[in-house]
């Protein structure tokens, strides 16, 4: 019926709500689900490698 296997993929910056949405990025690492290679400083999702997080790579990642 819809898309069951798609990842979700995570927000580029924590919007800091009280109730964290699904893709937040603090929730996503807390939870184990973020891709390979991609951590979260300071509220903002970074690669582990140094290089710049694009919404293209992010997809190929996940």
């Known amino acids: 019926m819809g898309k069951s296997n798609v990842a979700k993929l995570p927000k580029m910056k ?9 893709r937040c990025p603090l929730r996503m690492l807390k939870e184990g ?26 997809t190929k990642a996940a």
């Open 14 to 22: 924590c919007c800091e709500s009280r109730k964290k949405c699904g």
């Open 33 to 58: 689900t973020l891709p390979p290679g991609y951590t979260v400083k300071r509220r903002h999702l970074v690669r582990l490698d140094g290089k710049k997080v694009t919404k293209k790579k992010l």
